[in-house]
């Protein structure tokens, strides 16, 4: 490891640096919208079936490798196994981390209309149909989607040029902790509305019917996505923890608070979507019609929504950071670019083709590939093909090919953790995994 990385200074910066990338819109926004759409219990139960045997192990092989070489995602595989071809990994992550943030950037743009719209009260307007058209007029017009999506852009560099302890650590120790509080409380709020138990039964009674590859490929993407796998972000991040960092403690906590983010957003919002009479395969739009139509019902609408979107927008935040982190490690490390020109750099690229995902639902939703938006291929590819593709390499990487003696150090160190642990862990990077992706992949994408 270089002598000189910067590292997360304290145990909670660790904790809330690895959560606040993990809890994101995955989980309050793009988590209910795809549990919505496949079957409610069904997709939870298989969602957290991936997290816990495919995910904790792959997020524990990617602190494995960052740690142990305190590098960026390419310098790590160029460490671990030279001039072999492990490292396209690395190339992987970096492209599949842009193609998100471009359009991860976009839905983060949304919060900050929704901030602005959240303030000035919506203009009075209360329904869920009205909010409806609201959003349908908002998110289909040009400049409005492409100006926030520039500014939220712009708050990334604010603080990503900061550094990894003054920009990312900080910022993440102040969120997170408010993140929970306000969320368990739009939760009690959610559980005393009228319907509240028929949401419960669709998020919580699963209807196996409903399961089919596609699904199974949705909800393993879901996981990937929401623990921020298989692009060597966690590589990155964990590239900054020091010796001492317990790794498969810091894995199951930061599993655990994730999984516990995507059940309480799914708890808020399907109370509302079954009390408003509302369709839960609405789509990417749930969080954003339902919401402010709950709270122009709460005493205070206007300091409830406006927190409601703030927080969210501060969790993409603590995400989006994550992604460039990946290409200013690599560019900071691998060509001695300075900092603050790796941050332009990444940024400006992201809010070229942020730009893009911005205007296909409005001026460019004519442009199609692979009969795709640039949004929703950008999104498709990345968290269907590439996150699987690099999760899998990960693991057959760490579980195969990396010295059995690094893996128990690493998993082991300073942690007392028993060796029967370590052991599960490696077996399901070497059989579990690799299997579940390959398979769930195959079928998903109809090649069987
Ligand atoms: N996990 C984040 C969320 O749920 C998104 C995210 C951050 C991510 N970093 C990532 C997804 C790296 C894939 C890979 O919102």
Redo the contacts with the bound molecule.
Sequence with gaps: MSENRVQFATRLGVIATTVG???????????PFEAGAHGGGAFLIIDLFFIFIVGIPVVCAEFVIGRHTGSNVRGAFRRLAPGKAWGVVGYI?LL??VL?LSF?SVVAGWTLEYIYRSVVGFGGVESVEGLHSQFDAFATSDWRPLMWTLVFLGLNYFILSRGVQKGIERMSNIMMPLLFVILIVFCVNSLMMPAAAEGLEFLFKPDFSKVTPTVMLSAMGQA????????G??ITYSSYFKRDTHLVRTAGVMASL?TLVAVLAGIIIFSAVFTFGMEPAAGPKLVFEILPSIFSRMPGAVIWSTLFFVLLML??LS??I??SE?SIAYLTDEFGMGRRKATILNIGVAMLLGSLCALSFGALSDWTICGMTVFNFFDYV??NIL?PIGGMVISIFVGWVLKRGIVNEELGAGSGISRVIVSLIVVCLRYVAPLCIALVFLFGLGIF
């Design positions: 990338s993990a809890v994101g819109l995955g989980n309050i926004w793009r988590f992550g599949a981390s998100i991860y990937f996505f929401s623990l921020s796998l298989g692009l972000c966690l994730d969790a993409s995400s989006t994550s992604m990946i990345s968290s996150l």
